[in-house]
């Protein structure tokens, strides 16, 4: 796990010797926490683990002596259980010029052989350049090998790019595993069939199935839960709000879903909200599924086939 931690602090952190390092896990992280506190030493910075009880939620405030803690450091690994992303200690911290990098949920293995184990300036060059190439694009149509043939127009919509994994500048803040482009599709324009054979509000044993018609999911079989979770949104909890795809060569599509959406070759669908990546859609909700084996082509052109760039 130490080569895997040594990766994040180099390429994505762009860890210097003698710099502060804080490094937040609690009892089901303190492995992981061990490993990023080794790796920074090694480095030659000033590493300090705090372990913590494990919050009840995401966004649970952390202690206060570990939230002045933050503050106070060069560069900040929130290695917890749950996610402390949206946090008030997170974001002091990074008003205060620290760097952050947060990891929720991760397990060992991730940071071993999986997606956290990456070189993030490479997955920062892969999604800059893919990017590029969807600059104006108009129409997306998504295949997948369980049976997916959707299309949609993304016309006028901006592409979110800053999903990098680079958190190297002062102040500068990142979630991990990273390496996704994603947008909000033009709402009421989707139309055709949906097999998430991954994750849909859950993970899947089976494949399930959604219909969607002028941008709505009419018909949805397998998935009892996230049709429930659509529901609490009314008609607009089955728009579909969201549209991404992975880039990242190391994040495994059998992992966690934080990292499956990652993972080169897969797809993230998200209906309901999506108005804080430029969509129009306010509902309370937001379901998400997650495809594998896809395809994908942009106005006529192929940047995925069968899980593969086409480059």
């Given amino acids: 796990m130490e080569e895997g931690a040594r990766l994040v602090l180099t390429t994505s952190a762009g860890l210097r010797p003698t710099e502060k390092v804080l490094i937040v896990a609690d009892e089901g992280t303190r492995g992981i926490g061990d490993a990023f506190q080794a790796a920074a030493r090694s480095i030659g910075a000033d590493a300090v683990l705090l372990v913590m009880r494990s919050r009840e939620s995401d966004g649970e405030e952390p202690p206060e002596p570990v939230g002045t803690a933050m503050a106070a450091s060069d560069l900040i690994v929130l290695a917890t259980s749950r996610s402390l992303t949206h946090s008030h200690a997170r974001r002091a911290a990074n008003r205060a010029g620290a760097r952050v990098i947060s990891i929720p949920g991760p397990m060992e293995d991730m940071l071993r052989d999986g997606g956290l184990a990456a070189d993030w300036t490479h997955i920062h060059e892969v999604v800059r350049r893919i990017a590029r190439r969807l600059r104006g694009a108009h129409e997306v ?83 009892a839960k996230a049709v429930h979770a659509m529901n609490r949104g009314g008609r607009d909890g089955r728009a579909l709000g969201r549209f991404g795809f992975g880039l990242n060569a190391r994040a495994r599509v059998t992992g966690p879903h934080l990292e499956a959406e990652k993972a080169l070759g897969a797809a993230h669908l998200g209906f309901g909200d999506n108005l804080v990546i430029g969509g129009k859609i306010h509902c309370g909700v937001r379901v998400e599924a997650i495809v594998s084996e896809v395809g994908i082509e942009v106005d006529g052109t192929r940047i995925l086939e069968k899980g593969r760039l086409v480059e």
């Fill in 141 to 223: 149509r998504l295949t997948s090998a369980a049976g997916t043939d959707l299309g949609f127009s993304v016309a006028g919509r901006d592409w979110i790019t800053e999903d990098t994994g680079l958190c190297s500048r002062k102040g500068a803040f990142t979630t991990l595993p990273a390496g996704e482009l994603f947008i909000a599709p033009v709402e009421g324009t989707a139309d055709g069939r949906l097999v998430a054979d991954v994750y849909f509000d859950e993970p899947l044993l089976e494949p399930a199935t959604a219909t969607l018609k002028d941008g709505h999911a009419m018909r949805i079989l397998g998935a």
